[in-house]
């Protein structure tokens, strides 16, 4: 940013970001005419400079030479963590001041609405590998402030796997691919990440929260975000109270079933990444509640657990989780590398009013994260990169280096100074950054803290929070995780591990893999330990089916009153619809009219594409359906995947074929009839009820469905 160029101190989102694109001198504008980058013109962009049509290529081709040499050199380095994600732009305000607790800006005001840039990521994949895998997700935001950058850099699960930073790399070089052969990619199955955890006790907590349905989200818009460590909020008084930040989504936290996941990483590797762009461009814009769970000092001494240790959770049952403000995302990037890949996030980036605490984690990321853009994005000029410039002026007397942008004028950079009237000089403390003066004393040490060595009480609190499915889908991800690894005493040692936590999720695991107990007596965490209702994915929500998408399989002859009426309803609560038929084009009803658009074929878009299934009724409709093998296994597989899914008339014949209906057997739950068919209201209003519950997870215990 040009820093003779001050911002107005009230600017909207939009403002701002328009007031960014002007001060971008790079920015592109589209020209009519292709030049060099110097500024030539190019009569030729399809042949290079030759001695004769059949000659040999010269050398003195600059054009050329420079268009491949800008070329090569067009990939940087990966991200060494969490090198998959995506972005959106968007706006944050807070519902009413914060002064009481914190002295930032931007948490004062009700009327600021600060711009930020949200950038989700998966962590163990390379920028190539799919979206739906496993793992962890990073939920990094970075507040355009107008008291500087603030980043909150998150994560989708509120423990982590360490307890101190210098066991990181350890940790990342154990859960990537391996060095020997570079597999698997974007996955933790594998014998050296489950070997690093079965001798890092720690860990226990983080991978009950990675074992669950947490590491497959639906979609980035339906998971929650956590700051993981206690920070310090500080206000004017400077007085400090500690926060643990949370992003809660109005969408409801909701994850995809395994199978789906994993068929996904082939049908769609890009679906949370098209999940997010397709949103913001149909104006559906994702919303998250900020919340805090504020801890004065003396309150901190009352827990049983350590609030410097990121491997625990304050229940919000024991601190409830005040929500304070609200993040819309509501305008996709650009230019992915300029804005997603160039982003540059940092948890020391803070502004006055938030503080760092003793966390050995969180004190270790305050260093790297500096150094590592220094190596991806090339020298320490990487603030000036648009996407990372703050948008309040920025004085100081740093410069040179490699990718400077800026033109300084005048002889002096350095301060104090005389000769260019002392500017710039220091801010005054109540608009500068003052450190927490918190009183530090002690013995050099390399230790960690007795307080932190409870490693089970709080992972056998997350199993004993999750309800039956919950609890079942961990069992299965253990199982297949453990079940790739080929060395059975990792296995072994995991299981072990397992008993500590609970000795039935010990015993189911171990089943699946054809291990004995080794006669271990049981958990050694408290047994007294109480769940935390608030853990649970269940019902969250609040039954609303915004953006949620129904396929409406159909052919010639449906019964168009009857799918319009299903797919009015469905919109009207907010949901997206597509037709499936066996071809593209238009779709005749039964009652003739001009032709229904056809959005896709199951071959374009399979049933793990969506949320639910409507077969409308029309017996022509049928029987080109029936003829069908992918449309098919749609319905299996959605009934597999335990998707609501709803049939009228001749369409419930479709769910026969597939065995999800059965004559004399009342319909699975999740599954809707409307044997008439035709404009069934009341059909449409229990379906709208049925995605609301998102998936019918119990259905899989009942009735299998080969898909
Ligand atoms: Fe990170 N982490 N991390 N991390 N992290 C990075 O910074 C690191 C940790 C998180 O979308 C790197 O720019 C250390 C916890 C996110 O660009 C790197 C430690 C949490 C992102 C780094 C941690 C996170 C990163 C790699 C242990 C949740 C992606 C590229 C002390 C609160 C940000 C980069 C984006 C990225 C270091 C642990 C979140 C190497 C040393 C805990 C969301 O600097």
Redesign the pocket.
């Not at 052969?181 to 690093?196: C, I, K, L, R």
């Not at 010990?506 to 209702?533: F, H, I, K, W």
């Not at 799918?563 to 038929?581: D, F, N």
């Given at each position: 940013m040009n820093s003779s160029k001050p911002q107005d101190a009230d600017v909207t989102p939009i403002q701002a970001v328009s007031k960014v694109a002007e001060l971008e001198p790079n920015r592109e504008a589209p020209a009519a005419m292709l030049t060099t980058n110097q500024g030539v013109g190019i009569v030729d962009n399809q042949n290079t400079l030759k001695a004769g049509t059949r000659g040999p290529s010269l050398l003195e081709d600059f054009i050329y030479r420079e268009k491949i040499t800008h070329f090569d050199h067009e990939r940087i380095p990966e991200?060494?963590?969490?090198a998959r994600?995506h972005?959106a732009h968007g706006y944050f305000q807070v519902y009413e001041s914060l002064a009481p607790y914190t002295r930032a800006h931007f948490l004062q005001d009700p009327a600021v609405r600060t711009p930020v840039f949200v950038?989700?990521?998966t962590v163990q994949g390379s920028r190539g590998s799919a979206d739906t895998v496993r793992d962890v997700r990073?939920?990094?935001t970075k507040f355009y402030t107008q008291e500087g950058i603030f980043d909150l850099?998150?994560?989708n699960i509120p423990v982590?796997f360490?307890q101190d930073?210098i066991k990181?790399p350890d940790l990342v070089h154990a859960l990537k691919p391996e060095p020997h052969n570079e597999v698997p990619q974007g996955s933790t199955a594998h014998d050296t990440f489950w070997d690093y955890i079965s001798v890092t006790p720690e860990s226990a907590h983080m991978i009950m929260w990675a074992m669950s349905d947490r590491a497959i989200p639906r979609s980035n818009r339906m998971m929650e975000g956590?700051?993981?460590?206690t920070f310090r909020l500080v206000n004017a008084e400077g007085v400090s109270t500690f926060v643990k930040f949370h992003w809660k989504p109005l969408l409801g936290i909701h994850g995809l079933s395994w199978d789906e996941a994993q068929t996904l990483a082939g049908r769609d590797p890009d679906f949370h990444r098209r999940d997010l762009w397709e949103a913001i461009e149909t104006g559906n814009y994702p919303e998250w509640e900020l919340g805090l769970q504020l801890i004065t000092e003396e309150d901190m001494d009352k827990l049983d657990f350590d609030l410097l240790d990121?491997t625990k959770i304050i229940p919000e049952e024991i601190i409830p989780v005040k929500r304070v403000g609200k993040m819309v995302l509501n305008r996709n990037p650009d230019y992915f590398f300029g804005e997603t890949e160039q982003?540059?996030?940092?948890?020391g980036h803070v502004v006055p009013g938030i503080d760092f605490t003793n966390d050995p984690?969180?004190q270790?990321?305050l260093?790297?994260?500096t150094?590592?853009?220094l190596l991806?994005l090339g020298g320490p000029n990487f603030h000036q990169i648009p996407i990372n410039r703050p948008i309040n002026p920025v004085y100081n007397n740093q410069r040179d280096g490699f990718h400077q942008h800026r033109i300084y004028t005048g002889r002096v950079a350095y301060e104090p100074n005389t000769l260019a009237g002392g500017l710039p000089k220091e801010a005054p403390p109540e608009r500068g950054f003052v450190t927490y003066p918190d009183a530090e004393s002690g013995p050099k040490l390399r230790d960690r803290s007795h307080t932190f060595m409870d490693h089970y009480t709080q992972a056998r609190m997350f199993w004993l929070s999750m309800t039956q499915p919950e609890q079942d889908h961990i069992v299965e991800a253990f199982s297949f995780e453990l079940g790739r690894v080929e060395t059975v005493t990792v296995r072994a040692r995991i299981v072990t591990m397992l008993q500590q936590v609970d000795a039935t999720l010990a015993q189911r695991v171990a089943d699946n893999l054809g291990l004995a107990l080794e006669g271990q007596p049981g958990p050694t965490a408290s047994t007294e330990v109480m769940p935390s209702p608030a853990l649970s994915m269940i019902g969250t929500g609040n039954g609303t089916i915004r953006t949620r998408k129904v396929a409406i399989l159909a052919a010639d002859g449906v019964d168009v009153d009857g799918l319009k009426a299903m797919k009015e309803g469905l919109e009207a609560a907010g949901a997206l619809t597509k037709i499936i038929s066996v071809r593209l084009g238009g779709l005749v009803g039964a009652q003739g009219g001009p032709g229904l658009p056809i959005d896709a074929t199951p071959k374009t878009m399979p049933s793990v594409m969506f949320d639910a299934v409507f077969v409308p009724c029309g017996p022509d409709s049928l029987e080109v359906l029936k003829a069908n093998g992918d449309m098919l296994h749609f319905v299996m597989e959605a009934y597999k995947h335990c998707k609501p899914i709803a049939a009228a008339g001749y369409g419930v014949d479709l769910l026969r074929m597939t065995g999800v209906v059965q004559d004399g057997v009342p319909p699975q739950d999740g599954v809707l009839l409307a044997e008439k068919g035709g404009a069934d209201k009341a059909l449409a209003q229990q379906f709208v009820q049925a995605i609301g519950m998102h998936r019918f997870w119990m259905r899989a215990d009942k009735m299998q469905i080969p898909a």
């Amino acid at each position: 940013m040009n820093s003779s160029k001050p911002q107005d101190a009230d600017v909207t989102p939009i403002q701002a970001v328009s007031k960014v694109a002007e001060l971008e001198p790079n920015r592109e504008a589209p020209a009519a005419m292709l030049t060099t980058n110097q500024g030539v013109g190019i009569v030729d962009n399809q042949n290079t400079l030759k001695a004769g049509t059949r000659g040999p290529s010269l050398l003195e081709d600059f054009i050329y030479r420079e268009k491949i040499t800008h070329f090569d050199h067009e990939r940087i380095p990966e991200r060494v963590v969490h090198a998959r994600g995506h972005g959106a732009h968007g706006y944050f305000q807070v519902y009413e001041s914060l002064a009481p607790y914190t002295r930032a800006h931007f948490l004062q005001d009700p009327a600021v609405r600060t711009p930020v840039f949200v950038r989700f990521s998966t962590v163990q994949g390379s920028r190539g590998s799919a979206d739906t895998v496993r793992d962890v997700r990073g939920f990094a935001t970075k507040f355009y402030t107008q008291e500087g950058i603030f980043d909150l850099v998150a994560n989708n699960i509120p423990v982590f796997f360490i307890q101190d930073a210098i066991k990181f790399p350890d940790l990342v070089h154990a859960l990537k691919p391996e060095p020997h052969n570079e597999v698997p990619q974007g996955s933790t199955a594998h014998d050296t990440f489950w070997d690093y955890i079965s001798v890092t006790p720690e860990s226990a907590h983080m991978i009950m929260w990675a074992m669950s349905d947490r590491a497959i989200p639906r979609s980035n818009r339906m998971m929650e975000g956590f700051g993981v460590h206690t920070f310090r909020l500080v206000n004017a008084e400077g007085v400090s109270t500690f926060v643990k930040f949370h992003w809660k989504p109005l969408l409801g936290i909701h994850g995809l079933s395994w199978d789906e996941a994993q068929t996904l990483a082939g049908r769609d590797p890009d679906f949370h990444r098209r999940d997010l762009w397709e949103a913001i461009e149909t104006g559906n814009y994702p919303e998250w509640e900020l919340g805090l769970q504020l801890i004065t000092e003396e309150d901190m001494d009352k827990l049983d657990f350590d609030l410097l240790d990121s491997t625990k959770i304050i229940p919000e049952e024991i601190i409830p989780v005040k929500r304070v403000g609200k993040m819309v995302l509501n305008r996709n990037p650009d230019y992915f590398f300029g804005e997603t890949e160039q982003v540059a996030f940092h948890i020391g980036h803070v502004v006055p009013g938030i503080d760092f605490t003793n966390d050995p984690l969180l004190q270790g990321r305050l260093f790297s994260y500096t150094d590592t853009q220094l190596l991806r994005l090339g020298g320490p000029n990487f603030h000036q990169i648009p996407i990372n410039r703050p948008i309040n002026p920025v004085y100081n007397n740093q410069r040179d280096g490699f990718h400077q942008h800026r033109i300084y004028t005048g002889r002096v950079a350095y301060e104090p100074n005389t000769l260019a009237g002392g500017l710039p000089k220091e801010a005054p403390p109540e608009r500068g950054f003052v450190t927490y003066p918190d009183a530090e004393s002690g013995p050099k040490l390399r230790d960690r803290s007795h307080t932190f060595m409870d490693h089970y009480t709080q992972a056998r609190m997350f199993w004993l929070s999750m309800t039956q499915p919950e609890q079942d889908h961990i069992v299965e991800a253990f199982s297949f995780e453990l079940g790739r690894v080929e060395t059975v005493t990792v296995r072994a040692r995991i299981v072990t591990m397992l008993q500590q936590v609970d000795a039935t999720l010990a015993q189911r695991v171990a089943d699946n893999l054809g291990l004995a107990l080794e006669g271990q007596p049981g958990p050694t965490a408290s047994t007294e330990v109480m769940p935390s209702p608030a853990l649970s994915m269940i019902g969250t929500g609040n039954g609303t089916i915004r953006t949620r998408k129904v396929a409406i399989l159909a052919a010639d002859g449906v019964d168009v009153d009857g799918l319009k009426a299903m797919k009015e309803g469905l919109e009207a609560a907010g949901a997206l619809t597509k037709i499936i038929s066996v071809r593209l084009g238009g779709l005749v009803g039964a009652q003739g009219g001009p032709g229904l658009p056809i959005d896709a074929t199951p071959k374009t878009m399979p049933s793990v594409m969506f949320d639910a299934v409507f077969v409308p009724c029309g017996p022509d409709s049928l029987e080109v359906l029936k003829a069908n093998g992918d449309m098919l296994h749609f319905v299996m597989e959605a009934y597999k995947h335990c998707k609501p899914i709803a049939a009228a008339g001749y369409g419930v014949d479709l769910l026969r074929m597939t065995g999800v209906v059965q004559d004399g057997v009342p319909p699975q739950d999740g599954v809707l009839l409307a044997e008439k068919g035709g404009a069934d209201k009341a059909l449409a209003q229990q379906f709208v009820q049925a995605i609301g519950m998102h998936r019918f997870w119990m259905r899989a215990d009942k009735m299998q469905i080969p898909a």
